[in-house]
């Protein structure tokens, strides 16, 4: 059993960075697989990152590549989101979650998780 806690969302301007947290509680953190998703209001939740177990690989949605960066620090429990260049496009509900399993594009899949986090709201506007 892992439980989720997201933190760091907010208001920001575009152009702008946040970096969003995920602390998961349990002490085999190490051994799951790391997503991020974000949902807007009416619409499915949409796949963001994801990083491996290590922290060796990771994959990101086109909307993102090249502004957000998934990193972990497994000492700590934690998983984090940096986005920089922020977009009113990326306004939306942030969630982590944890996979006991994925590979590949699996790891682009809701169902491939199996523990989420309560969310947190990114808000991107001038």
């Known amino acids: 059993q892992v439980q989720l806690v997201e933190s760091g969302g907010g208001l920001v301007q575009p152009g702008d960075s946040l970096t969003l947290s995920c602390a998961a509680s349990?002490?085999?953190?190490?051994?799951?697989?790391m997503g991020w998703f974000r949902q807007v209001p009416g619409k499915e939740r949409q796949f963001v990152s994801h990083?491996?177990?290590?922290?060796?690989?990771?994959y990101y949605a086109d909307s993102v590549k090249g502004r957000f960066t998934n990193s972990r620090d497994n000492a700590k429990n934690t998983v984090y989101l940096q986005m920089n260049s922020l977009e009113p496009e990326d306004t939306a509900v942030y969630y982590c979650?944890?996979?006991?399993?994925?590979?590949?594009?699996?790891?682009?899949?809701?169902?491939?998780?199996?523990?989420w986090g309560q969310g947190t709201q990114v808000t991107v506007s001038s």
């Open positions: 979650a944890a996979a006991n399993y994925c590979s590949g594009s699996g790891c682009f899949r809701r169902d491939s998780y199996d523990y």
């Open positions: 349990g002490r085999t953190f190490s051994s799951y697989g």
């Open positions: 990083i491996s177990q290590s922290g060796s690989r990771t």
